[in-house]
C-alpha cells in the first residue's frame, strides 16, 4: 500500500485531518507513547470524558477517546480503553489502552523491543522506523494506523516535508481539506471580505439558516459569526476551520488591545452550593438587590480575582490544588471555587471541568474588534487589526488565574423574585482584558487584514 492509498481509506472513514509520527524505541504497548511534552495534545485530539487520578507518581488526568484502529479493508477496530493520560507535575501526555479489548490492533508492530530482539530479524525490520497515523473525525472520532518501519508507506512519508503540527507530530494532507496554513489564509481572507463591507446590519444566523435581527450588546459576536455562516448556539467546537472566533468592543480601531473585558468561557459549576441546590436558591442566598432600582430582582455579579474578597458578593475566588509558585497541579481533584467568609464553596469548577472546556475550543484563536452604533440602525464594523493567538492549555489558563489576567466576571440574575415563578438567568463567565490575552497563548501575532 502507498501512502497516498492509506490517505484514500482515511478520507474515506470520514477523517478531516490526519497527523503522524515516527514512533522511537520506547513507544510501545508497555511504556506507552509519547505524545507530547505539554498539554497541547489534549487540544488538538477530541477526548469524550477526562477523569482526575492522584497516583504514587503524581496526579494526572486521564482523557477517554473514541479510537479504533483503521484496517487496510477500512473497517474500524474499536479499542475501548484507548485514553490520553495527562501527567500534570512533568507536564507529558501518553497514549495507553490503545491494544486493550481490541481483536484487530496492530499488537505485532508494538511490542517491546527487547522482546522483539528474540524474534525474527523480520520482525526488527517491521518495528525500526514505524510511523503512527492519527485522523480526526468530524464527528471527534480517533483513528490510528501503524505503518511498519519497511513499508512503502514509512518510506514515503520519511522521505516527504510535512509541515510540523503539534508538538512531536506533523499534518499529512488530505485531499480537498485545508491544511493548516491554508484554514488561516481563508480566515483572513474572509475577515478582509468583511472589514471592506463597513457598517454591517446587526444580525444573527439560526440553526435553520435563517438570518434574523439582531438589537441586543452580545450582538456583535453574532453578527461577525453569521458573516462567517456560524449559526448562533453552535456546538462547542471552533467556530471557524479550526478556528475559535473573539469579538470585542473598542472605541479605537487603532488601540485594539485596550482594558475591556473579553469572555473567554461560560462553563457551569459543578460543584459547590450552585450545584447542590440549584440556580434560583444560588442567587437568593449570595445575591443582592438590583444597584439601578429594578424591583423584585436580584443579581450576581462583581469581578472575582484570586484571593480578593469580591464586596457585592461577599466571596473570594480561590485555586485548591494548584502550586501558585511552580505554576504545577499538586491536586487532581482541584479546582476553581468561590469562598464565602465562613468558608462555604458556593460554587466550583473541577479541573477536570476546566480542562475539558478549555482546551478543544482554545487551540487557535482570532480576536477581532469591533464598533458599533445603534442610529439610525444597529449596525457593527470589524476592524483592519486581528489579533490571532496559538497554543494554549488548562495550565496556562490557570497561571493566568494566579497573575489576576483572568476572572470571574459573573452575569446571573433572577427576576419576579417575589412570585412563585421566579424567572433565572444562568451567566457564568470567566473573562480577560483584552491587553493580557497574552498571557493565555504561547504566541499572539497581530495581523492586518
Known sequence: MTLDQLKTIFVQAGTKKLYAKPLSENDNSKNQIYFAGAVEALNVIPSEQIFAENTSRGPSFKAHLNFGWLLETGEIAPAPSAQLILYSQY??????????????????????????????????????????????????????????????????????????????????????????????????????????????????????????????????????????????????????????VKQYAVDDFERIASARPITMMTPEPDGGFYKDADVESFVRKFGYADKTGRPDRLNFGGRHFLGVRCPPTGLTLQVEGFDIT?????????????????????????????????????????????????????????????????????????????SGALYYDPGIKLENVSSEKAKSKKRSQFRVASKNIGELYESVELVEV
Not at 212 to 241: M, R, V
Open 91 to 244: 507536564p507529558e501526555v501518553r497514549f495507553s489502552g490503545f491494544l486493550k479489548g481490541c481483536k484487530f490492533g496492530p499488537n505485532q508492530l508494538m511490542v517491546d523491543r527487547g522482546r522483539a530482539k528474540a524474534g525474527s530479524p523480520e520482525l526488527i525490520r517491521q518495528l525500526v522506523g514505524r510511523v503512527l497515523f492519527l485522523g480526526i473525525t468530524a464527528d471527534n472520532r480517533v483513528l490510528g494506523y501503524v505503518a511498519a518501519g519497511d513499508s512503502d508507506v514509512a518510506a514515503q512519508f520519511n522521505a516527504t516535508n510535512f509541515q510540523p503540527a503539534f508538538v512531536v507530530f506533523r499534518e499529512v494532507p488530505l485531499p480537498n481539506v485545508p491544511m493548516e496554513t491554508e484554514s488561516r489564509d481563508r480566515l483572513l481572507a474572509e475577515l478582509h471580505r468583511i472589514n471592506r463591507l463597513g457598517w454591517i446590519d446587526s444580525k444573527q444566523l439560526d440553526s435553520d439558516g435563517q438570518i434574523k435581527p439582531c438589537n441586543a450588546p452580545q450582538c456583535g459576536g453574532f453578527t461577525l459569526e453569521a458573516e462567517l455562516g456560524i449559526p448562533k448556539n453552535s456546538d462547542a467546537e471552533p467556530d471557524f476551520l479550526g478556528w475559535e
Open 326 to 402: 511552580t505554576g504545577h497541579i499538586m491536586d487532581a481533584n482541584g479546582c476553581i471555587a468561590l469562598v464565602s467568609d465562613a468558608g462555604e464553596v458556593a460554587a466550583s469548577w473541577s479541573f477536570m471541568k476546566i480542562l475539558h472546556h478549555w482546551c478543544h475550543k482554545h487551540t487557535k484563536a482570532v480576536y477581532v474588534p469591533s464598533k458599533r452604533k445603534t442610529r439610525p440602525l444597529w449596525q457593527y464594523a470589524y476592524g483592519p487589526k486581528v489579533r490571532l493567538a496559538i497554543g494554549t492549555d488548562s495550565l496556562r489558563l490557570l497561571r493566568a488565574f494566579a
